[in-house]
């Protein structure tokens, strides 16, 4: 079964647990069912996205190309957060945000070089890996402002829901001059490393020229591949990427709506829910590709998705929740808590310092991830949303 289907046809097999949340919801089966059920959907169905995306952002091409991966990339966890801002969940959705950044940089990218360099002294990174990683440790100062301002006796409710939406405007704007300047005025520093001899292909697949096929293809696991090994039309990409984003969305509001009964029922706190089961559910296409191409030994491009999505998240999505925040009358403000604050803090550094040799091991890989573990066991035992 598993050698004719391939582990994505496998795990496309998931999406039969949707169906089965909407009659655990019209039965009333209870919110710890609704949610497990709703979260086993999401993984499949956010691969169908990101497997339709990959195949029209091929046919377009460069930085069109790459802007519609930016913008779907990360679709299941944008409807899973702004249906918890809907929800008046803020401190779940902080708690998500955190442990979203982290689990790229630290639980993703660790096993990834693991799994890359555990029979190699080291393997390269890429020059666009760490320019991502730089950009995000600029965001992680950015977004400090807020909790520091929160400690200011002038600081009031109102007063740090404004900087808030100071602080995301900027880090939206340096997002986007940032992919003007990898995609468009200095593209060709990340294609010089590109057209070295043997040089890993993840840095043309963010430039949108000269990217390898299959390399690009591998990222969502196959590029809309059938499961007879045919491509997908670019018109069967736009039906998949409008029917699976549709089923996201509803798979998506189940997850959101039964978030915290969910977590009674479980004997979790919502605050664990959040740190460490939803990033696992909403980033699980991404995480998936990035360790079979880390396998692959295609570490560049592992590094990549890992850092970029953690990137993407910080300087895109959360201003994007800032402003829906305040559209909907539940104001996202960005005062974390001191231990949501660490870990994003330490992740952040620690992962530039490693990647800034432009090399990796799988020692290195050890250290990311025992730091996710020291995490995630101390949100555990603290309530981030109490």
Not at 8 to 25: E, G, H, Q, S, T
Not at 124 to 142: D, E, H, K, N
Not at 335 to 346: C, D, G, K, N, W
Request: no cysteine; proline share 3%; glycine share 10%.
């Amino acid at each position: 079964m598993k050698s004719a289907l391939g582990p994505w046809r496998v795990l496309d097999l998931l999406v039969i647990a949707l169906p089965a949340a909407v009659a655990a919801r019209v039965l009333d089966l209870g919110a710890a069912v609704l949610f497990v059920l709703a979260a086993l959907a999401v993984i499949p169905l956010a691969g169908l996205v990101g497997r339709s995306t990959e195949v029209l952002a091929e046919r377009v091409g460069g930085s069109k190309g790459a802007l519609l991966n930016a913008t779907f990339g990360n679709i299941a966890e944008l409807l899973i957060a702004a249906l918890l801002v809907v929800n008046g969940e803020i401190a779940v959705l902080k708690a998500s945000i955190t442990g979203s950044i982290i689990g790229n940089l630290l639980l993703l990218l660790g096993v990834a070089m693991i799994v890359a360099a555990h029979d190699k002294s080291e393997v390269p990174i890429t020059v666009t890996s760490r320019v991502q990683a730089t950009m995000l440790f600029l965001a992680m100062g950015i977004l400090l402002l807020p909790t520091v301002f929160s400690f200011r006796p002038e600081s009031s409710t109102t007063r740090l829901d404004e900087v808030s939406a100071l602080v995301a405007v900027i880090l939206f704007g340096v997002y986007a001059l940032s992919m003007l300047f990898m995609l468009r005025t200095n593209r060709s520093l990340f294609q010089a490393e590109e057209r070295k001899p043997g040089a890993d292909r993840g840095t043309a697949q963010l430039s949108g020229q000269g990217a390898e096929p299959e390399a690009v293809r591998t990222v969502h696991g196959g590029g809309g591949e059938t499961g007879s090994g045919q491509t997908w039309s670019v018109k069967g990409a736009m039906v998949v990427l409008a029917a699976a984003t549709v089923l996201v969305a509803i798979a998506a509001e189940f997850v959101a709506s039964s978030v915290q009964e969910a977590g009674a029922s479980l004997g979790l706190h919502s605050g664990f829910i959040g740190f460490v089961i939803l990033p696992l559910v909403g980033n699980a296409a991404e995480q998936f590709s990035a360790l079979a191409l880390a396998a692959k030994d295609k570490m560049g491009v592992a590094s990549e998705i890992a850092v970029g999505a953690s990137m993407q998240l910080a300087m895109l999505v959360v201003p994007v929740l800032v402003l829906l925040g305040a559209l909907t009358g539940h104001p996202f403000d960005l005062a974390f808590s001191p231990l949501e604050l660490s870990a994003l803090t330490i992740g952040t550094l620690l992962t530039r310092q490693l990647l800034d040799d432009g090399k990796a091991n799988w020692l290195e890989g050890v250290m990311l991830l025992g730091l996710y573990l020291a995490f995630a066991g101390a949100v555990f035992f603290a309530d981030l949303t109490g």
